[in-house]
């Protein structure tokens, strides 16, 4: 059984600008994931991978995204998927540091797989799935 905790803010490279390799510095195997800090109206660059897909998250910020003619702005919270060949930008669009959670992988979805650990659990996961929380 293995596990880490950390924070972008705790990585070796969690000053200034740039990566954050979240999956080294975690033991990631599984996928490939970084953090990515832009400063203020920093343009990012045109890019495209050969094999494997990404899905973006703004944790801070706002980011622009270009991909196949349209612009779209994404704040806290947004999201973004990408196919691996297809072209895309992402910039900061805002006047703060622009923070980006990047997954990358390949190969497909593992389905679903996961498993209760205590079988009393299984009406609170019931009630979470269907809205209802208790509190």
Known sequence: MGFTFGSLDDLAEGEGYGFRKVRRALGVTAFGVNGLVYPAGYEGVWHYH?????????????ARVEVDGETRELAPGGLFHCE?????????????DLVLLVVGGKGGYV??????????????????SQGRTGA
């Open 50 to 62: 050969d094999t494997q897909d990404e899905l973006y998250f703004v944790h801070a910020g706002t």
């Open 84 to 96: 691996s060949t297809t072209p895309r930008r992402l910039s900061n669009a805002g006047e703060e």
């Open 111 to 128: 389905g679903r797989d996961g498993h209760l650990v205590n079988a009393e659990d299984l009406q609170k996961r019931i009630d979470l």
